[in-house]
């Protein structure tokens, strides 16, 4: 099934594909919408064809590859600042393509009253939870309560977040998956990185995240140095960018360690610096199921993480170590450096990729995107014919 041109975006025909409408705060990366453009990457796009509004627009992010890859963007104002102005524009959006599907990937439920425009619109509109808390605990109940009572779609990174997002209403697990093959260790992509900055006898130590409050990264920070003073030879990544990230460049000068921490910045060879690494640290305040994690354990990455993450992340054997961030820098630092000890340290050109443990926990990207075709072609069925 395809969904028809006729006037607007969305209406069937033999050669146009569906195509779905995603709302995102922006397309820069990041969690969520890595695994976005995960799926639109891998998704037969004769069949499924992804546009996007965002509330940031820039060059800086995945704008060029999506209408690359033939999506649209659209830019409103934030539903925060400018209400009226959002929800009138996605409406006429969504009414004037046709869109038969919309999706609204979010952290809270703040963003009801777009769910609701988008299903008033036309479109079957879809929520997908993305985290387990938020800090706008009360605007987040106030949404879930107009989310409780919408005839809606109810996607969750994992049973956490949908209870987080929905309550005790039925949802559907989507997990955040990958391309296994990408991501699994190789020892040329290893040695090129540990090349390019110079650290080809060192023992390193990262963190990919953009640098938001959540992701904790003055802690992490404090962590690098312990570390740093355990081991003359440690080195220490942090991969991402965002509004903190020229804050934490002179906590670490603060510190005392800023010569051994690179501050990459947004690159989009993570699976060669997850390669590269000999311990991934993860010491987040609150999180979903971080698709990085899923990665670090495609790479065959010791993964030492905070107890405020989803649970379920943890898909392989032997790679996932928690704790809690209320214990000190030290202890922190103390587990990594054995964690590099025990396991990376011994094997630095040889980590086992858990392939199958991996695609049987759901996070074949392969497999997901099969799901996903069927049911944006069923849902825009359903629209075709007025159900």
């Not at 890859?69 to 969504?94: D, E, F, Q, S, W």
């Not at 809270?108 to 605990?137: E, F, M, Y």
């Not at 990230?245 to 690179?262: H, P, S, T, W, Y």
């Not at 690159?267 to 010491?283: C, E, K, N, T, Y």
């Amino acid at each position: 099934m395809k969904w028809n041109r006729r006037k607007g975006i969305g209406m069937i025909s033999e050669q146009e594909p569906v195509r779905v409408l995603h709302i995102v705060g922006s397309m820069h990366p990041g969690g969520m919408e890595n695994f976005i453009m995960n799926l639109y990457r891998t998704i037969d796009r004769t069949k499924v064809q992804f546009d996007f509004i965002v509330h940031q627009s820039g060059d800086a992010g995945y704008e060029k590859e999506i209408r690359d890859m033939g999506g649209r963007i659209y830019a409103l104002p934030r539903l925060t600042a400018h209400p009226a102005a959002n929800l009138k524009g996605l409406y006429r959006i969504v009414k004037d393509g046709h869109y038969p599907v919309v999706i609204r990937h979010t952290p809270n439920a703040l963003v009801a009253p777009q769910v609701i425009t988008a299903s008033r619109a036309g479109a079957w509109a879809v929520c997908h939870s993305h985290n387990t808390t938020d800090p706008k605990k009360l605007l987040h109940k106030l949404g879930k309560l107009l989310l409780r009572f919408c005839k809606i779609g109810r996607f969750a990174c994992s049973k956490a977040a949908g209870i987080w997002m929905f309550g005790k209403k039925e949802c559907t697990v989507v997990h955040n998956a990958v391309d296994i093959g990408k991501f699994c260790f190789d020892p040329e992509k290893r040695a090129r990185i540990r090349r390019e900055f110079s650290l080809e006898d060192r023992h390193i130590y990262g963190h990919v995240a953009n640098f938001i409050a959540s992701k904790n990264h003055t802690f992490l920070l404090e962590i690098y140095q312990e570390i740093s003073r355990m081991d003359e030879r440690a080195a220490f990544f942090c991969i991402g960018d965002g509004e903190l990230r020229e804050q934490m460049e002179r906590e670490a000068e603060r510190l005392g360690i800023r010569d051994n921490v690179f501050f990459t910045g947004v690159r989009h060879d993570v699976d060669a610096f997850l390669s590269a690494m000999d311990v991934l640290i993860f010491p987040s305040v609150f999180e979903g199921l971080p698709l990085t994690l899923i990665e670090a354990q495609a790479a065959g990455l010791p993964c030492l993480i905070s107890k405020a993450v989803d649970a379920g992340v943890k898909v392989t054997d032997g790679l996932i170590t928690w704790k809690s961030i209320d214990e000190p820098k030290e202890a922190w630092a103390a587990d990594a450096a054995a964690l590099y000890q025990s396991s990376a340290g011994r094997f630095p050109d040889n980590r086992d990729c858990q392939q199958e443990a991996i695609a049987q926990a759901g996070y074949d990207i392969r497999k997901l995107v099969k799901w996903y075709e069927n049911y944006f072609c069923t849902e825009a069925s359903k629209k075709q014919n007025g159900k």
